[in-house]
T-cell receptor, first 114, second 111 residues
């Protein structure tokens, strides 16, 4: 069974540019999560989807971050415009049951903002 | 807000040695989780603990849910090179709550 797929794996952009990350969850997993992992820190939840509905986006900085999961499968996380402090790893995870302790993480996208 | 403190931040050990690390919380948790993250990969769940005092093993790994519900411990016996990585503790109060991660313990194994 394929795991959570994320692309790109690495992205380098200049500040003020837009950037987008894509995630394909494990087949059949209705719950999808986006996390931010800063260097030397654990992951922090940005947004959680149940199918196509965002059920928890309280930690998503909505002035520059947006996310969508239009058909309840793939998801895209966007930053516009990117700032230097956005350099981090963006992790996607999915879960069959919707419980956080049963989520599987993807490999992440490492973003570097210059 | 809730905070998790992991210690030590990093460890340098010889292959074959046993390893102990712990995690403390400023508030009570009803679930403790231990993850391992390899370079360039996402965290992988190692052990989940759901009851105070619970002791659970996964191969050479053993984790315990502290009686106070504010701490948890992870032990690795007879370390091998593939144990290298970052170990994260995580916890939550209720089943529907998001999990809070610690900052990780980075394990290095000396040749």
């Amino acid at each position: 069974e394929a795991g959570v797929v994320q692309s790109p794996r690495y992205k380098i952009i200049e500040k003020k540019q837009p950037v987008a990350f894509w995630c394909n969850p494990i087949s059949g997993h209705n719950t999808l999560y986006w996390y931010l992992q800063n260097l030397g820190q654990g992951p922090e939840l940005l947004i959680r989807y149940e199918n196509e509905e965002a059920v928890d986006d309280s930690q998503l900085p909505k002035d520059r971050f947006s996310a969508e999961r239009l058909k309840g499968v793939d998801s895209t996380l966007k930053i516009q415009p990117a700032e230097l402090g956005d350099s981090a790893v963006y992790l996607c995870a999915s879960s069959l049951t919707g419980y956080f302790d049963e989520q599987f993480f993807g490999p992440g996208t490492r973003l570097t903002v210059l | 807000g809730q905070q998790l403190n992991q210690s030590p931040q990093s460890m340098f050990i010889q292959e074959g040695e046993d390893v102990s690390m712990n995690c403390t919380s400023s508030s009570i948790f009803n679930t403790w989780l231990w993850y391992k993250q390899d370079p360039g990969e996402g965290p992988v769940l190692l052990i989940a603990l759901y009851k105070a005092g619970e002791l659970t093993s996964n191969g050479r790994l053993t984790a315990q849910f502290g009686i106070t519900r504010k701490d948890s411990f992870l032990n690795i016996s007879a370390s091998i090179p593939s144990d290298v990585g970052i170990y994260f503790c995580a916890g939550r109060m209720n089943r529907d709550d998001k999990i809070i991660f610690g900052k990780g313990t980075r394990l290095h194994i000396l040749p």
